[in-house]
């Protein structure tokens, strides 16, 4: 009887370890799903934000100096920032699309 007792607790004990097994690896996969897609969320949210800022120091530079600036290094400034703002854009447009 103490043998079929004990076989009965090992039989059970290993099934609660076999589901607790399966939901502790389905949780990890669920939060891992979550962690992506909240990442996912920040990196588009730091590249608008990163397109703002550009965008603002654009405007800002052209307010002051007009379209067309004399200076070359002003040129060269609004032709990177130009750039940077592009290719932002492009990354932003394509993490949209996902």
């Known amino acids: 009887m103490k043998e079929k007792l004990t076989f009965i607790i090992a039989i059970l004990t290993i099934i609660s370890i076999v589901f607790g097994g399966f939901f ?30 550009i965008s603002e120091i654009i405007w800002k530079i052209k307010d002051r100096v007009g379209e067309n600036p004399k200076n070359q290094t002003i040129k060269e400034e609004l032709q990177k920032l130009e750039s940077d703002k592009e290719s932002l854009r492009i990354k932003i447009e394509s993490m949209e699309k996902k």
């Not at 990890?28 to 969320?41: N, T």
């Open 24 to 53: 502790w690896i389905e949780g990890r996969y669920a939060l891992s799903e979550e962690l992506k897609k909240v990442q996912q969320r920040l990196d588009y949210k730091i590249l608008n934000d990163q397109f703002q800022a």
